[in-house]
């Protein structure tokens, strides 16, 4: 009796585990610099818990750390592979996997694809397109991509990514944000930039 409540529990685990959706959030370059206390002369503190939360509130299961100063974003990536691997070999569907990236931590986001080559895997790419990843012709995409950028930033479009020639993108989607922060808003627990990754997360991809 009590070795088949045992099973029951953990195949009722397990199935939680494989319906669950878990959201990868990677932070941007100046936290990994700066640290949680950290305070940017122009775009204040980085509101890390509470963008993990805005998540979490939405019933996302939320993987993120605060990387070390200094930390390869290639290396990470493959760090962050292996992790997104790991589930799906536990059962978890790809599609209820999304890499959420913001500036650095969207360029790792993007490696992170490229390593994967998964079309099912979700991936939102925030501020985090520009020359120096454009450069790189390594870099390819695979799954379903939504960008998020800010007019009055200098990182902007991710088109010519999208566009590169080897990319399998499942599906892409672009969205532009006119918040007048400049490169301060992915620094924000902001309802414009998460709310629609949340529901593309939630594969609400229209």
Same mark, same amino acid.
């Given at each position: 009796? /009590?070795? =088949?409540?045992?099973? &029951?529990? *953990?195949?009722?685990?397990?199935?939680?585990?494989? =319906?669950?959706?878990?959201? *990868? *959030?990677?932070?941007?370059?100046?936290?990994?610099? =700066?640290?949680?206390k950290g305070v940017h002369p122009e775009y204040g503190k980085v509101e890390y818990k509470a963008i993990l939360d805005s998540f979490r509130n939405r019933g996302f299961v939320v993987i993120s750390a605060v990387r070390p100063k200094g930390t390869d974003g290639a290396a990470y990536a493959q760090k962050t592979a292996k992790k997104v691997d790991s589930l799906i070999k536990k #059962?978890?569907?790809?599609? %209820?996997?999304?890499?959420?990236?913001?500036? /650095?931590?969207?360029?790792?986001?993007?490696?992170?694809? %490229?390593?994967?080559?998964?079309?099912?895997?979700?991936?939102? *790419?925030?501020? +985090?397109?520009?020359?120096?990843?454009?450069?790189?012709?390594?870099?390819? $995409?695979? #799954?379903?991509?939504? +960008?998020?950028? @800010?007019?009055?930033?200098? !990182?902007?479009?991710?088109?010519?990514?999208?566009?590169?020639?080897? %990319?399998?993108?499942?599906?892409?989607?672009?969205?532009? &944000?006119?918040?007048?922060?400049?490169?301060?808003?992915?620094?924000?627990?902001?309802?414009? !930039?998460? @709310?629609?990754? =949340?529901? $593309?997360?939630?594969?609400?991809?229209?």
């Amino acid at each position: 009796m /009590k070795t =088949a409540t045992l099973l &029951l529990c *953990f195949i009722a685990l397990t199935l939680q585990t494989q =319906a669950q959706r878990y959201v *990868f *959030f990677l932070h941007n370059m100046f936290l990994e610099d =700066a640290g949680l206390k950290g305070v940017h002369p122009e775009y204040g503190k980085v509101e890390y818990k509470a963008i993990l939360d805005s998540f979490r509130n939405r019933g996302f299961v939320v993987i993120s750390a605060v990387r070390p100063k200094g930390t390869d974003g290639a290396a990470y990536a493959q760090k962050t592979a292996k992790k997104v691997d790991s589930l799906i070999k536990k #059962g978890v569907k790809p599609g %209820n996997i999304t890499v959420i990236g913001t500036s /650095k931590g969207g360029y790792i986001a993007q490696y992170t694809s %490229n390593i994967l080559k998964n079309d099912k895997v979700n991936y939102v *790419f925030i501020g +985090s397109c520009g020359e120096y990843l454009e450069e790189e012709p390594d870099v390819k $995409w695979y #799954g379903n991509v939504l +960008s998020i950028y @800010e007019k009055t930033d200098m !990182w902007l479009s991710c088109e010519k990514m999208k566009n590169r020639q080897g %990319n399998q993108v499942t599906r892409y989607k672009e969205i532009e &944000l006119n918040t007048g922060l400049k490169h301060g808003y992915l620094y924000k627990a902001m309802p414009q !930039w998460i @709310e629609p990754a =949340a529901k $593309w997360a939630q594969q609400e991809y229209k």
